[in-house]
């Protein structure tokens, strides 16, 4: 028998769908615009699909680049340590 996958929301969706039922978005949310600077939060709303992982919620970082319909955006981890994530613009909030 192989063994089953153990993806990002295996066995945890339960408590996660209820903060994140997919919602009708307005047309603002879709067409939100940031520029290269700009100070955003990232938090997951609508489908599971193109959500960030669940650590990143809240997290304030920097937009350094668009890509397609997302966003790169830049933050510390840690003191020494900065993370990059592609985040799709229903997912960010400016600052």
């Known amino acids: 028998m192989t063994e089953r996958s153990h993806g990002l929301f ?14 009708r978005l307005g047309i603002g949310t879709m067409l ?3 520029g ?3 100070r955003v939060a990232i938090v997951p709303k609508g489908n599971f699909k193109d ?3 669940p650590r990143y919620r809240g997290r304030v970082g920097t937009v350094t ?5 997302a966003y790169v955006v ?9 993370r ?5 613009q229903r997912h960010l909030e400016k600052v």
Do not use: C
């Open 10 to 23: 295996q066995g945890r969706t339960r408590h996660l769908a209820r903060h994140h039922k997919p919602s």
């Open 36 to 38: 290269v600077g700009d």
């Open 84 to 88: 990059t994530l592609v985040v799709n």
């Open 32 to 34: 939100k615009r940031f």
């Open 51 to 53: 959500i960030p992982h």
């Open 74 to 82: 830049e933050f510390m981890v840690s003191l020494k340590t900065k």
């Open 65 to 69: 680049e668009k890509r397609g319909g």
